[in-house]
Structures are given as C-alpha cells and as structure tokens.
C-alpha cells in the first residue's frame, strides 16, 4: 500500500457503499445486478484499473485490481468486475491492436460486459473434454456447442469462448479462443439463470451457440493456442479469488468479534468463554498467515516472478482457510449464524464455490503434486 493506492481504496469504497450497497436486496432477489450498474462502474472510472491507460485502463498494477476486490468482499458484494478484468488481460495479452483499440475502452466505460465462457456441461476443470466448436467458412468462424456456469453471462455483450478450431485435433490440441459479440447475433442464447447456493447477486448461466457466425478476425491470438493462453492467464484469476478468499476471512473475524462481545450466555458476554477466545484466536492468526502469502503473491506477480504452482497454492489454501474461519463464525453466532439477513450466513454459502471454480482444489493439487 501507499498513498494513491490508499486514495483509490477510498473512492472504490465510498463508491460500493453509495451505489452497490443499498441495492444488494433487491440483486440477491433477481439475481443479478441492475444494467446501470455496470456503466456507472465504468464511469467512477473502476473497471480494468490494471489495463493501461491508452486502452482505457486505469493505468495501474495488480494492487489496484486488489483494491477493487477487496472493497467489494469487505461489503459483501458479488459484482463480475474481475472477470471484466480477467477478460481484459486475455485481450491485452493475445489480442491485435485493433482489438485492443476496439474492446478495451468500451470495457472499462461499462459499455461492454465481458464473460469467460470455458465450462460445459462435460467439461469443467479438464478442458480436454471442450465440445463446443468453431468451423472456418470463408471469413467467418461457424460456432456450434454450449456454455455453463458463465458468470455475467446475463448482461454479457462481449465473450471470450473456448472451443475447438481444429475438429481433428485430440484433447487439449486445437482450442483456440474467439471473441463473440452476442448482441443481435442469430444462433446465439441465453439460457435460464442458474439458482445457485450463493453469490446470488451475480448473474450466472447457460449460453448456447447454434450456427453463430462471428468474424474469423475474432480469433484471439493464433489457431490452437487457446489452451497455453489459458494456462498463461489462469494464474491471474487464481490469485483473484485469494484476494476474495482473504478479504471475506478477515471480515468474517472482524463482524464475529463485534458479536461475541455483545452477545450475552448465562450472564456474561461470549467472549469472555475460553472456547470463543481461541476459536477466534485461530481464526485471527489464519487469516494473517493468509493475509502474509497472498502479499508475498501479489508483490511476485506485480513483479513478473509468480508461477503457476504458487498461484495453484494461493487458491487452494486461502480459499479453504476462508470456507474453515468463516464456519467456526457461524458456529460462533449460534441459530443467528444460519439466519440469512445475518452478513455471517452469505458469507458461508458465498464462500463454499470458491474452492469449486477456476479449477477445483483437487486440480491444484494435482497441479502442485506434478512439480515435486
């Protein structure tokens, strides 16, 4: 942190508690957020704060994309900002000029909506298993397949897909990414909005490509490098979920501690019970050790020195130290923890999906166990 990151925090964060905050009701209930959202995000000037600015970025680091995700947990706000980001890196790493010049901007005004669409209904963690498909006819790539579990994918008017360009290809060979840009596009929709345990603000569902024809110019980067691409990026939305996975865990020490204090069994606050003080002292002592690693991350990443395997570990181990304090706060509550207006009991249904997505902890595992 210095001093413009700590006025950036400030602006982010009066901005959640102006403009998001209030409506959180209201998006758990329709399950997704309003279409303003986005383009009054854009115009505060927090989306894509790590793109640079002759893109129409903020300019800044991987610290200021941590700002942003930060605030948003801290208020307990689900918000698809970070795939917005996640979608710009992709485009900022293997895109033209042109496309950069075409998507980016319009991206961090709001005026885009972005949507990673890698998921199918046989093919989550193992990409191998991609049976959406991308047949070359003249000019135009003919798309064929679905997506699911497609964060944004509601209000998604610009989406990175994965499929394969080459139908011969076995596994993970012949994945490339294209670029769809779905509004008014024939063959192209959305399905239903899927009800999920949590982050229930956030609008995630089917997609289906039927016949689609998008430009053979939305190719990002080359013809079956779609995999490699995904590999080089995945590092980045991994540790985005340990900023998440920290932030909650912290919050979730922090509100439970205000409780314990004031609640009151058999004539005395919770606190003063031996069991409440060391639970939450485990807790408040995992999360620093996480709060230590995921620094360590950031400064290696921001630096160009994380690797995969560290940013495997990152999501792994934050993300279940997050889903372990933040049950033992539930506990902590008693009956309120499992009261749903109570900030303690999203947390925990919130919470359980981030050891699920962007590959499962049984993946970074695996990932980790190869490099020994």
């Given at each position: 942190m210095d001093d413009e990151l700590r006025i950036f925090r400030k602006t982010v964060r009066q901005f959640i508690q102006e403009q998001f905050v209030p409506h959180q009701s209201r998006w758990r209930e329709q399950h997704r957020p309003d279409d303003e959202a986005w383009t009054s995000i854009g115009k505060a000037g927090i989306l894509l704060p790590d793109i640079p600015e002759e893109y129409g970025g903020g300019g800044?680091?991987?610290?200021?994309?941590?700002?942003?995700?930060?605030e948003l947990a801290l208020a307990g706000v689900h918000f698809g900002s970070s795939i917005q980001s996640i979608v710009g890196h992709y485009i900022l790493s293997y895109g033209?000029?042109?496309?950069?010049?075409?998507?980016l901007p319009r991206m961090?005004?709001?005026?885009?909506?972005a949507a990673i669409a890698m998921t199918e209904p046989s093919a989550g963690s193992d990409l191998a298993g991609?049976?959406?498909?991308?047949?070359?006819?003249?000019?135009?790539?003919?798309?064929n397949g679905s997506k699911t579990f497609i964060t944004n994918g509601w209000h998604a008017s610009l989406?990175?897909?994965?499929?394969?360009?080459?139908?011969?290809?076995?596994?993970?060979?012949?994945?490339?990414?294209?670029?769809?840009e779905p509004k008014n596009l024939a063959g192209y929709r959305v399905g239903r909005t899927l009800e999920k345990v949590g982050m229930n603000?956030?609008?995630?569902?089917?997609?289906?490509?039927?016949?689609?024809?998008?430009?053979?110019?939305?190719?990002?980067?080359?013809?079956g490098k779609g995999f490699n691409q995904m590999v080089q990026q995945l590092p980045y939305e991994r540790l985005t979920i340990g900023v998440g996975a920290v932030a909650m865990a912290e919050q979730a020490v922090a509100i439970t501690t205000k409780y314990v204090k004031e609640r009151m069994a058999f004539g005395k606050p919770l606190l003063d019970f031996q069991n409440t003080r060391f639970k939450l002292a485990q807790c408040k002592t995992?999360?620093?050790?996480?709060?230590?690693?995921?620094?360590?991350?950031?400064?290696?990443?921001?630096?160009?020195?994380?690797?995969?395997?560290?940013?495997?570990?990152?999501?792994y181990?934050?993300?279940?130290?997050?889903?372990?304090?933040?049950?033992?706060?539930?506990q902590l509550h008693g009956g309120y923890g499992y009261m749903i207006e109570y900030p303690i009991a999203r947390m925990w249904t919130d919470s359980r999906v981030q050891r699920i997505y962007a590959g499962t902890n049984e993946i970074m595992k695996e990932l980790i166990g190869w490099a020994l």
């Open positions: 800044g680091t991987f610290a200021h994309e941590t700002v942003v995700n930060e033209t000029e042109e496309q950069r010049r075409n998507w961090a005004r709001g005026e885009l909506v991609v049976k959406t498909t991308a047949r070359r006819e003249g000019g135009d790539y003919v798309l989406v990175c897909v994965a499929l394969k360009t080459d139908l011969r290809a076995a596994g993970l060979k012949g994945i490339s990414l294209v670029m769809v603000g956030l609008d995630t569902c089917e997609i289906f490509f039927d016949d689609v024809r998008v430009p053979a110019a939305n190719l990002l980067g080359a013809e995992e999360a620093h050790i996480g709060r230590v690693f995921l620094d360590s991350c950031i400064q290696r990443f921001i630096a160009g020195q994380l690797d995969a395997v560290t940013a495997a570990m990152a999501k181990w934050l993300t279940e130290c997050q889903c372990r304090i933040v049950d033992e706060c539930v």
